[in-house]
């Protein structure tokens, strides 16, 4: 085992979005930071979110206020932040007669509304379904509705971005690296990381250490033998992409037959996504895929409600992540109503110790605010600076301008004429203002070398792995893109042999 002697200030396990944007936070106040996670970045739970942005409305009948009312501010730091990942989506609520009464809802919306300032999403409002757009696609049944304002984003490039900043600060970002142990040396944690592609061990030191791994939390503090109080469980969500169902950008919040609710809202320009469904999970985190029961379940949800029914035979994509919430009180196996999606955390330390901070939950909403709440917890004991830089800071690829996105869209694609326009429009949705990067001295289709498929090129390919740690087809097609939703199987084929022939890159960027 060879050692390198870099002490880093702060190590995160963890490369998901809430240790993406702890590692962030962390070197953003100037901090020497390293960040370590066993697969792609994203490939667990971040990837596999319903990505929405929004405050949680369905968390106001379990009486969440403070949870909803984090997420709600939020949502308009996010699109500051990101403004090229993050966007507004209006959302209509069909009033069912057999489910919540009309005041209900409108008093709930209402509060909704109020309960963090809006400086750009729209309030909450009554619609006749009859005379409104969004009654095209429902059934005749419905008839009033409300219309509210949430956001959608983009949950893997959230994470990137968040480690770009990292990066851009100074940090350390190390892909496919399991963490082995970490042996408290007093001031310091000595760190064990293994390579994942040749088993490869070596250690690293910090004077303060996060466990941000998600469903692995428990394991991960089992492995440096930190006792933990808090009894993790694992809920299973499911989504399914369909083609687009109905026009408009508008989506819709169904009240399920069940009395839950489910979301189904416009997907990467010309699909659907259906969600989500809400069970528990008892098996290893990796293992999670959708069951034919939750397909069956969500088809029937919306199809209780469109007028085109949706069928199995839609369905181009599906995926399954498991969440890893934990229990509030002492619930029964199988009862959901302990378990809370918010966050906490416990820091274990001791004078003359290096502390360690275990994270708990967390919403993809409330990256941002769990990674400033938690360096609030290790500032606490450490000597680090207080102020942190997240609220304001702009995130790589989100320098657009004060005007906003569609006015930098516009001009990307007047500079950029060149490009066919979806196309322009997925580089300013993707990368943000790092695509002129990726272009820098094209002024021609040819110059971005072979097509792959759909429209993708080979200078993209290459950007992505030259500049996000991007490796498998996997990674580029359903993490740093979603074009694996309009690649042939002779299309990923071309980009596999292409990974295949490429020269090795290094293992951190």
């Given at each position: 085992?060879?050692?390198?002697?870099?002490?880093?200030?702060?190590?995160?396990?963890?490369?998901?979005?809430?240790?993406?944007?702890?590692?962030?936070?962390?070197?953003?106040?100037?901090?020497a930071?390293?960040?370590?996670?066993?697969?792609?970045?994203a490939?667990?739970?971040?990837?596999?979110?319903?990505?929405?942005?929004?405050?949680?409305?369905?968390?106001?009948?379990?009486?969440?206020?403070?949870?909803?009312?984090?997420?709600?501010?939020?949502?308009?730091?996010l699109?500051?932040?990101?403004?090229?990942?993050?966007?507004?989506?209006?959302?209509?609520?069909?009033?069912?007669?057999?489910?919540?009464?009309?005041?209900?809802?409108?008093?709930?919306?209402?509060f909704?509304?109020?309960?963090?300032k809006?400086?750009?999403?729209?309030?909450?409002?009554?619609?006749?379904?009859?005379r409104?757009p969004?009654?095209?696609?429902?059934?005749s049944?419905?008839r009033?509705?409300?219309?509210?304002?949430?956001?959608?984003?983009?949950?893997?490039?959230?994470?990137i971005?968040?480690?770009?900043?990292?990066?851009?600060?100074?940090?350390?970002?190390?892909?496919?690296h399991?963490?082995?142990?970490?042996?408290r040396?007093?001031?310091?944690?000595?760190?064990?990381?293994?390579?994942?592609?040749?088993g490869?061990?070596f250690?690293?030191?910090?004077r303060?250490?996060?466990?941000?791994?998600?469903?692995?939390?428990?394991d991960?503090?089992?492995?440096?033998?930190?006792?933990?109080?808090?009894?993790?469980r694992?809920?299973r969500?499911?989504?399914?992409?369909?083609?687009?169902?109905?026009?408009?950008?508008?989506?819709?919040?169904?009240?399920?037959?069940?009395?839950?609710?489910?979301e189904?809202?416009?997907?990467?320009?010309?699909?659907?996504?259906?969600?989500?469904?809400?069970?528990?999970?008892?098996?290893?985190?990796?293992?999670?895929a959708?069951?034919?029961?939750?397909?069956d379940?969500?088809?029937?949800e919306?199809?209780a409600?469109?007028?085109?029914?949706?069928?199995?035979?839609?369905?181009?994509?599906?995926y399954?992540?498991?969440?890893?919430?934990?229990?509030t009180?002492?619930?029964?196996?199988?009862?959901?109503?302990?378990?809370?999606?918010?966050?906490?955390?416990?820091?274990?330390?001791?004078?003359?110790?290096?502390?360690?901070?275990?994270?708990?939950?967390?919403?993809?909403t409330t990256?941002?605010?769990?990674?400033?709440?938690?360096?609030?917890k290790l500032?606490a004991?450490?000597?680090?600076?207080a102020?942190?830089?997240?609220?304001?800071d702009?995130?790589?690829?989100?320098?657009?301008?004060?005007?906003?996105?569609?006015?930098?869209?516009?001009?990307?694609?007047?500079?950029?004429?060149?490009?066919p326009?979806?196309?322009?429009?997925r580089?300013v949705?993707?990368?943000?203002t790092?695509?002129?990067?990726?272009?820098?001295?094209?002024?021609?289709?040819a110059?971005?070398?072979?097509?792959?498929?759909?429209?993708?090129?080979?200078?993209?390919v290459?950007?992505?792995?030259?500049?996000?740690?991007?490796?498998?087809?996997?990674?580029?097609?359903?993490?740093?893109?979603?074009?694996?939703?309009?690649?042939?199987?002779?299309?990923?084929?071309r980009?596999?042999?292409?990974?295949?022939?490429?020269?090795?890159?290094?293992?951190?960027?």
């Amino acid at each position: 085992m060879t050692e390198q002697h870099k002490i880093y200030d702060l190590f995160v396990i963890g490369g998901g979005v809430n240790g993406a944007a702890i590692a962030c936070d962390a070197a953003g106040r100037g901090l020497a930071v390293g960040l370590s996670e066993m697969q792609d970045f994203a490939e667990g739970t971040s990837s596999r979110s319903s990505k929405l942005i929004h405050g949680g409305l369905r968390y106001l009948e379990t009486y969440d206020f403070k949870l909803v009312r984090d997420a709600l501010l939020e949502r308009e730091i996010l699109m500051r932040r990101t403004p090229h990942l993050v966007w507004p989506l209006r959302l209509v609520l069909p009033y069912v007669a057999s489910q919540r009464p009309r005041w209900m809802i409108r008093l709930g919306l209402l509060f909704y509304d109020y309960l963090a300032k809006r400086k750009v999403l729209k309030r909450s409002e009554a619609i006749d379904l009859r005379r409104h757009p969004a009654g095209v696609a429902l059934k005749s049944d419905y008839r009033h509705a409300f219309a509210y304002s949430d956001c959608r984003g983009d949950d893997a490039r959230l994470v990137i971005a968040n480690l770009l900043g990292a990066k851009r600060a100074g940090a350390e970002i190390w892909p496919r690296h399991r963490f082995v142990t970490a042996v408290r040396a007093g001031v310091v944690w000595r760190i064990t990381l293994e390579r994942v592609s040749d088993g490869r061990q070596f250690t690293v030191e910090a004077r303060a250490l996060v466990n941000a791994a998600g469903p692995w939390v428990v394991d991960v503090a089992g492995k440096m033998q930190i006792p933990v109080g808090r009894k993790l469980r694992l809920v299973r969500g499911s989504h399914i992409v369909v083609p687009r169902q109905w026009e408009g950008e508008h989506g819709y919040f169904l009240q399920t037959q069940d009395g839950r609710l489910m979301e189904a809202f416009p997907y990467e320009r010309d699909f659907t996504s259906i969600g989500t469904t809400d069970e528990p999970w008892e098996d290893a985190p990796e293992k999670v895929a959708i069951s034919d029961k939750e397909i069956d379940y969500m088809l029937a949800e919306v199809n209780a409600f469109l007028k085109k029914p949706v069928t199995r035979a839609d369905i181009v994509w599906s995926y399954s992540g498991v969440r890893p919430l934990f229990e509030t009180g002492g619930g029964r196996d199988g009862d959901l109503s302990t378990l809370t999606r918010d966050y906490s955390f416990e820091i274990d330390h001791e004078p003359g110790q290096a502390p360690v901070l275990t994270v708990f939950g967390g919403k993809l909403t409330t990256h941002r605010r769990l990674a400033e709440h938690a360096m609030q917890k290790l500032c606490a004991v450490m000597p680090w600076p207080a102020d942190s830089p997240s609220r304001t800071d702009i995130l790589p690829g989100g320098d657009v301008g004060p005007a906003g996105l569609e006015p930098y869209r516009k001009s990307f694609k007047q500079r950029f004429a060149w490009l066919p326009e979806t196309q322009a429009d997925r580089y300013v949705q993707q990368f943000g203002t790092r695509a002129e990067e990726m272009l820098k001295g094209a002024d021609k289709l040819a110059d971005l070398g072979p097509l792959i498929g759909a429209d993708l090129h080979q200078r993209e390919v290459d950007y992505l792995l030259d500049t996000e740690w991007a490796r498998t087809v996997e990674d580029i097609i359903w993490r740093r893109s979603k074009l694996g939703l309009r690649l042939s199987p002779v299309e990923i084929g071309r980009l596999a042999t292409y990974l295949k022939e490429r020269p090795t890159l290094p293992q951190s960027l």
